[in-house]
């Protein structure tokens, strides 16, 4: 059997600080896994510089020109970490048939990637690092984070507890996921869409080497807002229960009034007003939802996602090995 070819895909953004410390390290995780039979000696780095201000793009074409087994992309300009990941591995299906993404900053253990790659050999075709501990993290980056996943849960966007971007995927599913067409992105909880056997493997985190977080508080949120509102329309769901809620405490109170009216400990005007803004308040809080479940359903529909996958098949020959003919 062919040794596959890995790309570990390597977002950058201002990271001059760090790359220069974590890039051999990256290198030699390579090295040992080549030297361990479990890649090809094809497999590359491959770093992708998210329009960063700074000299990360100079330290990266420097990188590669000593060593042919880094190799880099340059977006036109930041466009996020989940675009630049995104871009990365998009280069790389067609070069790899295996890529791990992670970031730069050395604070995910680079030596999971042994594990990773074993779990492939045994026929996982996407392998999450899941982060075991976080106690080198602040008490607020810990706890914003936790609280993060916990409210994606219940928002109905569902992802692997305290997995962040550091993860296995075969050029297999990654060919399926780019008939993902979302403008709108959010790859831990897209990823698992896509299907496939998969499993996880547990890391410790670490400090970031040097330079500062990207993600502050503000970003955490975007992202937490992005993840939740394109995988799942259950805020809108909310809405339309809380109009039904609305509505019928509106009804009770309706009751009520009526009832002190003719029991006559009620002020003049006050059965009247009070009754229409009751019922209105529950009308429109109602009207909205049932208006929102239409624009959720053309939010799912302009997707186009594709409704099912099929991951192998006996017998037949796919299309690409008809071409190949
Ligand atoms: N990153 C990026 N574009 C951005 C922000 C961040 O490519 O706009 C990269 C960054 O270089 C790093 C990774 O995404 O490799 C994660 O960022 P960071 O370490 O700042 O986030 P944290 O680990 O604190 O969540
Ligand atoms: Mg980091």
Redesign the pocket.
Known sequence: MDLPVLYIV??????EE?LPITAPEFLEELEFLKSEKLISDKSRIMF?N???RDKTWEIIKDLSSKNEAYTGICLSR????Q???LGGLMEAKDLADITIS????G?DDIKAMTEMVKQYHEGCEVVYGVRSKRETDTFM?RFT?ESFYKLMKIMGAEVVFNH??YRLVSSKVLKEFSNFKEVNIFLRGMIPLVGFKSTSVYYERHE?IA?????PLS??LALAFDGITSLSIKPIRIITGSGVVVSLLSFIMIIYMIVGYFLGNTIQGWVSTSSIICFLCGVQILSLGVIGEYVGKIYLETKARPRYIISERTGLSSKQSEEDL
């Open positions: 390597i977002p950058c953004y201002n990271e760090v992708v998210d329009g960063s930041n466009r996020g970490h675009n630049a990941l992670i970031d730069c900053d604070q980056k984070a962040a971007d970031r330079g500062e977080s990207h993600y970003k955490m």
